[in-house]
């Protein structure tokens, strides 16, 4: 299905490549060189099915563009494109309504399967809070998207078990395991001076989708034989951690010295 996409990006080449990409299969594209001309050429967002906006330009950063774009035309359809993005800029451009967020270097197979797969649904954008420690279910990274994620986890020995089901931009789906080891809980609860934590099984099963969205973030890929076992609490994990139980306690995470 063809569809009109602007891409907004300071970088000609890059213009360029996406623009000849998406144009080879079938798309109408239309380009800017930085957040200024992109509002300019987006007006009321009716003339466009989905952006491709960069995060990193002059002027205007990519999250201020998004957020003015969601103010003109709240069901907009907004990638986000950034190479030094974190974790953190992913959750920050949800809160601000994106669609999903590309992390350069992509391949345009990637980048193709995931317009696809954002033009052909619809809205999917859901508000982010973090009163519910599931935070992905309704957003896509690097194209890929966790689907569902169970009502209990499996409790082993030594670990603390969940699937979720994942879909890559080509609409393959596996079910992942997330593992969470007895140490890797151990330690949330030391760190957090907490036995028990909010909404227990809800917690430790947000903190097993935050893990999965950190992969798919950093490798846009299914993780190895489907399964990703938590291995350290990663300063994206303890800043999640940390968002959690300010939110649903008043009280953090006491910070490493």
Known sequence: MMSRILVIDDETNIRMTIRLALQHVGHEVDTAADGVEGLKKFANGAGY????LDQRMPVLEG???LKEMKDRKSDAKVVMITAFGTIDLVVEAMKSGATDFLRKPFTMETLRETVQSITQQGDSNQPYGLDSPVTYGMTTINGFRILSHPNECNRGPDQLIH???VRNPAGESIISKVILPNYIIELVKALSDRENM???D???QGLAEEALANYLWQNASFPPDDTL?????????HKWVDAVLSATTGQGVEKNP
């Open 49 to 52: 099915d989905l952006v491709l």
């Open 198 to 200: 909010p909404g227990e």
């Open 229 to 237: 076992t938590v291995t350290e609490l990663t300063t994206n994990l």
């Open 202 to 204: 809800r917690f430790w």
């Open 163 to 165: 699937e979720f089901i």
């Open 63 to 65: 999250l201020a563009v």
